[in-house]
Structures are given as C-alpha cells and as structure tokens.
C-alpha cells in the first residue's frame, strides 16, 4: 500500500483545516459530527457472514470511534453485513450521533455499569488507561448477546485501511479464544514489577503454555465468545486485577497485563498488517513515530498521542494525516472537506 504520497496528498488540506482555533465544547455537550456516506452491498454479499465489532463510546474518543467505523465501512466489501456493537456507560447519549452519522449502520449501543471494575482498578502510568471503559473489553462475552458468538475488538484510536472480512477469516482452530497479532521481540518482563517476578508463585502462571509468552497489543483482538464464556475469561482476568488491587503492584499498564497473563502464550497469531500500533507514541510523551516495516491493513495510535489532538493544536505528526480523511467533525465550512479523498 503507497501510504506516503497519500500522505503528500492531503498535506496541504491538513494546513488550510488545522490551523484555525475552536473552542471546546462543554463537558455535557458532544461536538456535531457529519453524516457519512451510503456504504452498500455488492451481488457478491449475498452469502457473506455477519460480521460483528465491538468499540467504546465515550466523549474524550467518541471522534476516534467514528473515525475507525468510517475506515471499516469505506474499505469493507461488503459493509452492510457488519453489525457493529458499542459499549458506553450512558448508551443514550451517544446513540444519537452514531445514528445521525450512520444513517443505515446495524448497531446497538450497551451499557458498561462502571461498577463492576471500579473496585478492581489501581493507577497507571497515564490516566486514560484508568478508565473503567478502558476495562469493558474483559466483559464483551457478559454483555453482547449470546447469539454473538465471535466479535472483534477495535480500539477507539485506530483506522482500517483494508477488508476488515479478512481478519475475520481468522482460524481460531481447534480451541483458540483469541487472535492477535503478536510481538515476540519486545521485552516481555517490562510488562510487570519487580515484584511480579520475585514473587515464587506469580510467574508460575506463565508456564506450561503452548509458546513462550509473548506481548500482544489488546486494541485488535478477534475474540470466540463461546470459548470465552465457557472458559470462565472474565473471572480470571478478574483474578489478575485482584491481586493487583489487594496483595501486590505487579504491573503498571491498565488492562493490558492481564491480558497477557491469561493469553500470552496461547495466542493464535495474525499478521503484524492488521495492527500497526504504537503511533500515538509513548505512555508518557507521545512523540512521533514511523510505520513498522512490512506492510499496513490498521493503523493504530496506541500511546499518549491522538491524531485528533495533535491536528487540532496544529502540531500533526506526519502519519497524522492518514488518520484525517476519516474525521467526520464538522467545522463550519468543513464539512465535506475530506469527502472525494
């Protein structure tokens, strides 16, 4: 995929959209958003499997999160077979602008009750990570219909550049819970304390795994909600964050660690394409970075750093623009601005 003369494209939209100030709405209000185009159904569709993804709604990503639906409906091939299912702790507040932006779009919006992590939650290294949305992907399998047998995970700072069926093609065969891309030369240990591996039962949980244990990003996740359910997931990862909360801090990173306490290991893996992560930065600063090598079906702003941010205080970062065509906000003047891109 030629990402950087689409880059040098849009470049100089970017300038003229960009550099002009605006003020915040009010913490009870959402901005206006446009209404997307028409996605429809090729003849090729008839046969087409349903295919379901789960986002979070909240005011801070609501942006992000319609950014990433656009990209999945303008690159799917058949659009109109994908039911999307978002989770928010006031589903009626954010059901309106899903709705005025996808007229068509198969949805429901559920209700996280922030209750039920608000126990387990213990500080991080940045505050979004502390969120109880930040925790609803743990509970997909309590929450969605039991009709809902596999979903996937998108989180709210991402976009796709390719056919989301193919990631859902994904063979979790014979007995896979969950896919994801996985990345086995990052340093697996930096995702726990000291104490976490001094401790003479904790890293016991990793042994006896199909592979060594390897990091895997949580913001793309196909997930088999049967074997999930069956498996009883959601109390283990329960279990992780209870130790967290009451015994010992043994990691730092949100939800992420018992994740990888649970699954790393027993991962089945997918192409690095479908998660190009990491180009919001760092935890802490969200600096700049450049595309891994290979080749690129999502893009994903994991870190501090969030192309919407970054845009609107006129310091984009260039991989910036590739998220920008996809930006519903409505500015006055603006609003079909990206339309033809």
């Known amino acids: 995929?030629?990402?950087?003369?689409?880059?040098?494209?849009?470049?100089?939209?970017?300038?003229?959209?960009?550099?002009?100030?605006?003020?915040?709405?009010?913490?009870?209000e959402l901005p206006r958003?446009?209404?997307?185009?028409?996605?429809?159904?090729?003849?090729?569709?008839?046969?087409?499997?349903?295919?379901?993804i789960a986002v979070?709604?909240?005011?801070?990503?609501?942006?992000?999160?319609?950014?990433?639906?656009?990209?999945?409906?303008?690159?799917?091939?058949?659009?109109?077979?994908?039911?999307?299912?978002?989770?928010?702790?006031?589903?009626?507040?954010?059901?309106?602008?899903?709705?005025?932006?996808?007229?068509?779009?198969?949805?429901e919006v559920y209700r996280f009750h922030p209750a039920?992590?608000?126990?387990?939650?213990?500080?991080?290294?940045?505050?979004?990570l502390d969120q109880p949305l930040n925790y609803a992907r743990i509970y997909l399998a309590d929450i969605l219909p039991r009709s809902v047998r596999r979903v996937i995970y998108f989180d709210s700072d991402l976009v796709v550049v390719d056919d989301v069926a193919r990631l859902w093609a994904t063979d979790l065969a014979p007995d896979h819970v969950l896919a994801a891309p996985e990345y086995c030369h990052a340093n697996f240990t930096s995702y726990f304390t000291d104490r976490f591996?001094?401790?003479?039962?904790?890293?016991?949980?990793?042994?006896?795994?199909?592979?060594?244990p390897c990091y895997f990003n949580t913001g793309v996740m196909v997930m088999d909600l049967d074997r999930w359910r069956?498996?009883?997931?959601?109390?283990?990862?329960?279990?992780?964050?209870?130790?967290?909360?009451?015994?010992?801090?043994?990691?730092?990173?949100?939800s992420l660690p018992p994740f990888l306490l649970v699954f790393a290991g027993e991962v089945k893996g997918v192409e690095h394409r479908w998660n190009q992560h990491g180009l919001g930065g760092d935890n802490v600063e969200g600096l700049c970075r450049d595309l891994h090598p290979g080749p690129v079906s999502l893009l994903h702003w994991s870190g501090k750093g969030k192309p919407w941010l970054r845009l609107d205080a006129g310091r984009p970062c260039p991989l910036d623009a590739l998220w920008a065509p996809y930006d519903l906000l409505r500015r006055d003047g603006h609003d079909d601005l990206f339309t033809d891109i």
């Not at 997307?36 to 295919?51: L, M």
């Not at 967290?244 to 990173?253: G, N, P, T, V």
């Open 56 to 107: 979070t709604l909240d005011a801070a990503y609501l942006r992000g999160s319609l950014a990433g639906v656009l990209s999945i409906l303008r690159h799917s091939s058949c659009p109109e077979s994908i039911t999307f299912h978002f989770l928010a702790t006031r589903p009626h507040r954010f059901r309106p602008a899903v709705a005025a932006s996808f007229p068509s779009l198969t949805f």
């Open 1 to 28: 995929m030629a990402l950087f003369p689409f880059v040098a494209a849009v470049g100089i939209l970017l300038v003229a959209t960009f550099s002009f100030g605006g003020a915040l709405p009010a913490a009870s």
């Open 197 to 212: 591996w001094s401790d003479p039962v904790f890293p016991r949980a990793l042994s006896g795994r199909l592979r060594p």
């Open 230 to 254: 069956a498996g009883g997931y959601t109390r283990k990862l329960e279990g992780w964050m209870e130790v967290q909360k009451r015994e010992a801090r043994i990691y730092e990173l949100g």
């Open 33 to 52: 958003f446009s209404e997307a185009p028409a996605f429809r159904n090729g003849a090729s569709c008839v046969s087409a499997p349903t295919i379901h």
């Open 116 to 128: 039920l992590v608000r126990g387990l939650i213990s500080s991080s290294v940045r505050r979004a």
